[in-house]
């Protein structure tokens, strides 16, 4: 294992405090936690607060995203585990201008049950609590760390949506309804060329040969549906955009959003010939999409590989939302 670290245990309080020194404008740690929260709290003032997080290990995912238009505070858990209760609920007040507070939650276990907890606690404080679980990996039913499918890179689109629409205004159940409508309309899978190594670890979480590749992996190096030889980037489009296509029955009338997301290691040329590929074969089948987005936004440490995210828009205030200006890291 070759890592700039120094000791393992180490790894997230160090990027947390050289995360919110690089970018003061934008957060500021919450004393004696993980949390990050807006360090401009008049953006704010009186709209529904906005929180998420989750296990390290994802950056940008999901601190970068922390700013006007889009989350308003994040907890980072340790490598790959979910945040602590009394971590989301120091998230949760900070983040609380008396209008309510939202939550997004990836599908994994660890991760519903400590945001759920977080959520008693503050409810217990008169503080209203609203939330959504996002499930859009459409690679396996089921997987090591969920009941159902995972939560992945299409959580970044959820962000910048109810992020969108609470800074415009939106109360605690518009937003609600917002994210359980969208939901099912954003799918996402990935492939894999090699897997994340955890530091405390110090190996990675599966052993692909030099000439395979494995689709459907999650961003926890949980296994996915088939291992094979490498493929070129046309096939590997091929592959992942047929899968969408069996969820999301993609029709050339419809309005589309596409993320491409490296997975931490994958080098943006790569990303960009990937790219390259989609938009043909979406061009053959007279789709093009109306917002696109490539690059690392929810990532599984040094893992090779990307993953595709794409959003049916069915709703117009869908794509306003998604071009919404924000102030972010990440964005």
Do not use: C
């Not at 704010?44 to 889009?70: D, Q």
């Not at 046309?234 to 969408?244: C, D, T």
């Amino acid at each position: 294992m070759k890592k700039i670290i120094n000791e393992p245990q180490n790894v997230v309080p160090e990027m947390v405090d050289g995360l919110v020194r690089a970018y003061p404008q934008y957060l500021k740690k919450i004393p004696e936690t993980e949390a990050m929260v807006r360090s401009d709290k008049k953006s704010m003032e009186g709209k529904v607060g906005i929180v998420s997080g989750g296990g390290s290990g994802h950056e940008p995912s999901h601190a970068g995203f922390i700013g006007k238009g889009m989350l308003s505070a994040a907890v980072a858990g340790q490598v790959f585990t979910s945040p602590t209760p009394d971590q989301i609920y120091a998230a949760i007040k900070a983040s609380d201008q008396g209008k309510g507070v939202f939550l997004v939650i990836k599908n994994y276990s660890g991760d519903v049950m400590n945001f759920d907890m977080a959520k008693d606690m503050a409810e217990l404080d008169d503080i209203k609590i609203k939330s959504i679980i996002v499930n859009d990996d459409i690679a396996v039913e089921d997987s090591l760390y969920t009941q159902g499918r995972r939560g992945v890179a299409g959580t970044v689109l959820m962000h910048k949506l109810v992020g969108a629409a609470a800074d415009q205004g939106a109360s605690l159940d518009e937003l609600e309804k917002l994210a359980k409508d969208a939901l099912p309309h954003i799918s996402t899978i990935a492939v894999a060329l090699s897997a994340a190594t955890v530091p405390e670890v110090g190996k990675p979480g599966f052993v692909l040969a030099d000439d395979e590749i494995e689709y459907g992996v999650g961003i926890h190096s949980e296994p996915g549906y088939r291992r094979e030889k490498i493929k070129t980037s046309k096939k590997l489009v091929s592959e992942l955009l047929a899968k969408i296509d069996q969820e999301l029955h993609l029709n050339p009338q419809h309005q589309y959003a596409v993320l491409v997301n490296g997975m931490g290691a994958t080098p943006l040329m790569e990303q960009y010939v990937f790219s390259h590929d989609l938009l043909d074969q979406l061009e053959a089948k007279q789709i093009k999409p109306v917002f696109m987005k490539v690059g690392n936004y929810m990532t599984s440490i040094e893992m090779a590989g990307i993953s595709l995210t794409v959003f049916d828009l069915a709703d117009n205030k869908w794509l306003k939302y998604l071009n919404y200006p924000v102030e972010t890291i990440a964005w």
